[in-house]
Each structure stands twice: as C-alpha cells, then as structure tokens.
C-alpha cells in the first residue's frame, strides 16, 4: 500500500502542470513585456507627438538623411525646404527628428 502512494505522488509532480511552472512562465511573461514591448510602446508615442507638433520653420533631419526647413504642412505630407530652395513634398512618417542646434556644434 505505502509503494502505491508513493508513486502516486512522484507520478503526480513529473507528469502535472506544478504551480513552480506556472510561476515562472508568468515571471518570463512580464520580464518580456518589461524589457521588450513596453518601451517599444512608449518609443513610438513619442514619435506620434513629435509629428504631431511639427510646425512651420522647424529644422528637420528626414530617414533618408535630407536636412531641410519645413515652409508648409498639410494632414499626412510636409514640405520642406533644402539647400538651394529646392522644396521637397514627403510624408509626415519621413521626417525623423528635429535638427538642433546642439547638433550642429558637434560637427
């Protein structure tokens, strides 16, 4: 009788789905969201506030590399003004980040 138990014991704990398991999918999970998928998210909201708040006369770097001066803002298009006066008409998911001063002194 007592080498049934046993074993039914030690059959239950290698063959079942423990809490430990259970655990420690749930710690992996959030370690996940933590490192991977939270600061994706924030990433991206702020690049959504940056396009948001483009304006007029604001210094912009675009993807491709082209340095130029926003003259004019539509909904989805802006177009900017680069070396020479030449203007360029491009989406508003193109522009990359604002030129800073700072920026220019590291040169």
């Known amino acids: 009788m007592k080498n049934i138990l046993l074993q039914a014991q030690s059959e239950g704990v290698a063959g079942g789905f423990g809490m430990?398991?259970?655990?420690?999918?749930?710690?992996i999970g959030l370690v996940f969201y933590f490192f991977m998928?939270?600061?994706?998210m924030?990433?991206?909201?702020?690049?959504?506030?940056?396009?948001?708040?483009?304006?007029?006369?604001?210094?912009?770097?675009?993807?491709g590399g082209i340095h130029g001066k926003i003259v004019e803002l539509q909904e989805e298009t802006v177009t900017i003004e680069v070396e020479g006066g030449n203007r360029l008409r491009m989406e508003k998911s193109a522009i990359a980040k604002e030129?800073?001063?700072?920026?220019?002194?590291?040169?």
């Open 37 to 40: 998928i939270r600061p994706q």
């Open 20 to 27: 430990e398991q259970l655990i420690m999918f749930g710690a």
């Open 99 to 107: 030129f800073a001063a700072e920026e220019m002194e590291k040169k």
């Open 42 to 63: 924030k990433k991206q909201k702020e690049a959504k506030q940056f396009k948001e708040s483009l304006v007029k006369g604001t210094k912009v770097v675009t993807i």
